[in-house]
């Protein structure tokens, strides 16, 4: 008997794989100046493989349970999240007032988009 997870915790754990894997891709040579850029487009493609692997099935199961601007808007949030993480501990950046104060304006802006109008 296998594990069945709920389409809501299948499709947001999948974004959030996949999330991993595009930060890496995007920002993880960063930290690597010296590398030569074709290296890293090459490099970055290849992670960013994975981050397709996991998105692609994330929107195909959780369509139909969300909308695909609920979709967007479930990634856009944990995206900016993951990226917070990886720039703070990874990158070494810190996060000021001013971005927490963004990232609870895109938030709302997500409670527009889940919240039902009539």
């Known amino acids: 008997m296998g594990l069945s997870l709920p389409v809501p915790a299948l499709t947001i ?11 890496v891709a995007w920002y993880g040579h960063l930290k690597f100046k010296t590398a030569p850029l074709a290296l890293v487009i090459v490099a970055s493609w290849g992670i960013a493989f994975f981050e397709y692997v996991l998105q692609v099935p994330a929107n195909r199961i959780g369509h139909g349970h969300f909308s695909a601007a609920q979709l967007k808007t479930i990634q856009e949030v944990i995206s900016l999240t993951v990226f917070a993480g990886f720039s703070w501990l990874y990158l070494g950046e810190r ?13 709302a802006g997500a409670w527009f988009v889940f919240h039902d109008w009539g």
């Open 95 to 107: 996060l000021g007032w001013q971005h927490a104060v963004g990232f609870g304006l895109i938030c």
């Open 13 to 23: 754990g999948l974004l959030i794989a996949s999330n991993v894997f595009m930060t």
